[in-house]
């Protein structure tokens, strides 16, 4: 498999298929974890399209000072950051448990059981997309797509140590929002 920086040399050097491979590598990953910064299938596919764009306009730019995927969901993100200030967030639970899926539901579930999973589910989607977006962004990054606190802390481009504070603070906002299903959890 050819490497990231052989594919952008490639595509600087005119080969514009060199390009589609990296879009092909990325867009899906930099998708699903844009559906959980965002909180919408729409602004993600959106994100997605103007990020690679951007870093197709700005290839002579990257450094390679970092992966190349660092550098895109940098460019994403602060795309969804120039977007979220020019408007009001809107948030929709369905369209959120629509982009991330429902759990699989085995056929000997209860309909009840089925149910109360469903709006567990809703509820802990509502909670993480009332969280402010630095809090929200590192808690997907770290919990969701698995990166380490270095990664995270190249891609948002702040120190590892705020890395931390600002997960260590999301799980207590998150825990916060969330008290009531955790209270239902031990009755």
């Known amino acids: 498999m050819v490497d990231d920086f052989q594919l952008i040399d490639d595509a600087l050097a005119g080969r514009p298929s060199a ?6 590598r990325y867009q899906d990953r930099l998708y699903n974890t844009l559906v959980h910064v965002t909180g919408s299938v729409e ?20 450094q390679r000072t970092s992966a190349f995927y660092t550098w895109l969901y940098r460019i994403a993100l602060n795309l969804a950051i120039s977007r979220r200030r020019r408007r009001k967030p809107t948030v929709s639970v369905d369209e959120i448990r629509h982009a991330s899926g429902d759990e699989p539901v085995g056929r000997l579930d209860a309909p009840a059981d089925r149910i109360e999973r469903q709006e567990r589910a809703e ?3 509502a909670a993480l997309a009332r969280l402010s977006e630095e809090h929200r962004s590192v808690l997907v990054l770290r919990e ?3 990166y380490c606190y270095e990664e995270i802390a190249e ?6 140590g705020t890395v931390r504070s600002r997960l260590h603070r999301a799980r207590l906002m998150l825990r916060d929002e969330l008290k009531e299903v955790l209270q239902e959890d031990f009755r």
């Open 123 to 125: 509820q802990v989607q």
């Open 19 to 24: 390009f589609g491979d990296l879009v092909l």
């Open 43 to 62: 602004d993600a596919r959106d994100l997605v399209q103007e990020a690679f764009v951007q870093a197709l306009v700005k290839l002579n730019s990257f």
């Open 144 to 146: 969701i797509d698995g």
């Open 155 to 160: 891609m948002l481009e702040v120190p590892v």
